[in-house]
């Protein structure tokens, strides 16, 4: 295994960890290595790339929809080279001024606000969630007014400046969350038993996110677990290629950090699993 230091993506998004990747690659194999990386909004979009021949490998997040897509049938025949660990939550705050305290409460005032979040599209996971969050809180989205942006960056931009009442994001490790709430500072709502349960049933559980973790946020709050990349390739994936991104994806990690790259949401590539035995002693290997 190559020395160096770690793939590391809590401020990364899809895009950063699709390139530092294959900047990797090319660092360290001698030979030419032809192969293409998905290049996506790191959603279904880039898994649709896998199935139809038009990328080798793709990153996608978070691995939590992954799990539940695959429960579903949906990623039958694609493989995980690994993980890439990051913070994620999905979060749902509102302007401070507003008399909300769960989700649930948007139903009273749904004609006088806008949400910001992305688009339930067929491509993003976060919009997925997002809008399945919703129905299990009781809301008739039909009845909710949106505004459907992709990037957090953008949806915050949307609330700072008045455009939107309601945020619903992944928003961990977000420089612009902290502009954002500065501007107009905002109440976290509570997702609520009925939807952290619905999710959990399904295998997407939710996860603590302390205080100091985001800003204004004042007490711990439960949340929808939205971390971690998940890198994917189909079962035909040259060997060679999938060990060594395998490889690259455990360079520099401490033995439980490793084991967390190994634990996927969908099934290990073989010659990946082979990689991670051989090089990690005691990891648990295959899907979370």
Same mark, same amino acid.
């Given at each position: 295994?190559?020395?160096?230091?770690?793939?590391l993506?809590d401020?990364?998004?899809?895009?950063?960890v699709?390139?530092?990747?294959e900047?990797?690659?090319?660092?360290?194999?001698?030979?030419?290595?032809?192969f293409?990386?998905?290049?996506?909004?790191?959603?279904?979009?880039?898994?649709?790339?896998?199935?139809?021949?038009k990328?080798?490998?793709a990153?996608?997040?978070?691995?939590?929809?992954?799990?539940?897509?695959?429960?579903? $049938?949906? *990623?039958?025949g694609?493989?995980?080279?690994?993980?890439v &660990?990051?913070? !994620?939550?999905l +979060?749902? @705050?509102a =302007?401070?001024?507003l008399?909300l305290?769960t989700?649930?409460d948007?139903?009273?005032?749904?004609?006088?606000?806008?949400i910001a979040?992305?688009?339930?599209?067929?491509?993003?996971?976060v919009?997925?969630?997002?809008?399945?969050?919703?129905?299990?809180?009781?809301?008739g989205?039909?009845?909710?007014r949106?505004?459907y942006?992709?990037e957090?960056?953008?949806?915050l931009?949307?609330?700072?400046?008045?455009e939107?009442?309601?945020?619903?994001?992944?928003?961990?490790?977000?420089?612009?969350?902290?502009?954002?709430v500065?501007?107009r500072?905002?109440r976290?709502?509570?997702?609520?038993?009925?939807?952290?349960?619905?999710?959990?049933?399904? $295998?997407? *559980?939710?996860?603590v996110?302390?205080?100091?973790q985001? &800003?204004?946020? !004042?007490?711990? +709050?439960t @949340?929808? =677990?939205?971390?971690?990349?998940?890198?994917?390739?189909?079962?035909?994936?040259?060997?060679a290629?999938?060990r060594?991104?395998?490889?690259?994806l455990?360079?520099g990690?401490?033995?439980?950090e490793t084991?967390?790259?190994?634990?996927?949401?969908?099934?290990l590539?073989?010659?990946?699993?082979r990689?991670?035995?051989?090089?990690?002693a005691?990891v648990?290997?295959?899907?979370?």
């Open positions: 295994m190559t020395g160096g230091s770690s793939l993506a401020q990364a998004d899809v895009r950063a699709q390139g530092s990747i900047q990797a690659i090319r660092q360290l194999t001698p030979r030419e290595v032809r293409t990386c998905a290049s996506g909004r790191g959603g279904l979009d880039e898994t649709a790339a896998l199935f139809n021949k990328a080798d490998i990153v996608v997040a978070p691995v939590a929809a992954l799990r539940l897509l695959h429960q579903f $049938g949906d *990623l039958q694609l493989f995980a080279l690994g993980v &660990p990051r913070r !994620g939550c +979060v749902a @705050a =302007d401070a001024a008399p305290d989700v649930a948007l139903a009273d005032r749904a004609d006088r606000m806008t979040t992305p688009a339930d599209d067929g491509v993003s996971l919009g997925f969630a997002v809008h399945r969050a919703l129905r299990l809180a009781g809301l989205v039909g009845g909710l949106f505004v942006d992709a957090p960056a953008d949806c931009g949307r609330y700072a400046t008045g939107a009442d309601v945020v619903i994001h992944d928003m961990m490790s977000m420089p612009e969350w902290e502009r954002a500065a501007a500072p905002v976290y709502l509570r997702w609520g038993d009925r939807v952290l349960h619905g999710f959990a049933l399904q $295998g997407w *559980l939710p996860r996110v302390r205080a100091e985001i &800003p204004l946020l !004042g007490t711990d +709050v @949340a929808l =677990d939205c971390s971690d990349f998940a890198v994917l390739c189909r079962g035909d994936l040259d060997d290629l999938a060594l991104i395998a490889e690259i455990i360079r990690r401490r033995p439980a084991a967390e790259v190994a634990r996927t949401p969908l099934p590539h073989p010659a990946a699993a990689a991670y035995a051989e090089l990690v005691d648990p290997l295959g899907s979370r």
